[in-house]
Structures are given as C-alpha cells and as structure tokens.
C-alpha cells in the first residue's frame, strides 16, 4: 500500500484595512498567539509568525487538506472577531482585502523564517510598500496597481 507524502511552505501577508496603525505592541503577542493555535487546529504547522502595527507576516508548513484562501479568511474573520470583542483596538478592526501567498522551498526555511521574524529591524529601513512590490517582482507575479493593498507613505513601524 502507498502513502502520499506532501511538503509545502507558504509566506502569507496580509494588511490591516485602510493600512491604519491598529495593532498595538501591547497585545500583538497575543494576536500572534491565537493566529498559530488557528494554524495549528487546521494541522498547518506554523514556522514564524511576525506583526507590524499596520500588517502581518506567516510562515507555514502547509497542510494541502485545505485551501489557502480558506485558512487567510478564517485567520482573517476570527482575528477580527477576537480583536474587536475583546476591545484591543481603539477602533473597529478588519484586515484588508486580499493577501499575498507566496511559497518556498525546504531550503529557504531558515532564511524565510529569520526575514519574518525580523519585521521590527527590517522595516526601519523599508516601507512595506516596497517590501511587498520587492516580493512581487522577485516572485514575478503580474500585478495591476489598483488591486494592490492601500499603500500611505506616511505609516510607520513600532
């Protein structure tokens, strides 16, 4: 008898909607906390996991036993609903629509990995809007500009 053997790894970006600064240092230990029990319940295995106050970065083993678009809309709509009933933000919070979803080889683990651990370091230097067009063309993904995430030059990091 055979067995089917699978590994795949996936960077997914989302954005706070409007690209407003909500997420707070003060709580996003917790938010990244309740992202990889979500992660974790769907038998995805979560690698790193790193929040700025206006984005998010995940790094998953992915489990092919469900659609990508339907573990961003589940980690999407139960953060939503944790973050607003438990009153973290100071206004009504809701992820952006879209994401990116990007994947990489066993190999790149490491290198994946220290990249989203090191949000706080990285974005001292760069605006996520040229870290996610960066990752587009590297990828070279087609991309119209009107379908992109709402990009404000004005956004900063912690």
């Known amino acids: 008898m055979g067995d089917t053997y ?3 790894y996936f960077h997914l ?18 938010l990244e906390k309740y992202i990889t029990a979500i992660i974790q319940n769907k038998e995805h295995k979560l690698i790193a996991i790193g929040s700025q106050p206006d984005h998010i970065h995940i790094f998953i083993g992915y489990n092919l036993n469900q659609k990508i678009p339907d573990l961003v ?20 919070f809701y992820w952006q629509n879209g994401y990116g979803a990007f994947t990489h080889s066993h190999s790149q683990i ?7 651990l ?18 587009l063309k590297k990828f070279e ?5 009107e ?3 709402e990009f404000f030059d004005d956004v900063k990091g912690w």
């Open 147 to 149: 379908y992109l995430f």
């Open 13 to 30: 970006v989302f954005a706070v909607r409007n690209r407003k600064q909500l997420i707070e240092k003060s709580w996003k230990d917790e």
């Open 73 to 92: 809309e589940l980690i999407k709509t139960s953060t939503d609903n944790w973050i607003n009933s438990n009153r973290k933000s100071r206004e009504k």
């Open 110 to 116: 490491d290198i994946v990995a220290k990249y989203v």
């Open 118 to 135: 090191n949000q706080d370091e990285h974005h001292k230097k760069t605006s996520f809007k040229d870290e996610y067009l960066g990752i």
């Open 141 to 145: 993904i087609e991309f119209k500009d």
């Open 6 to 8: 699978v590994q795949a």
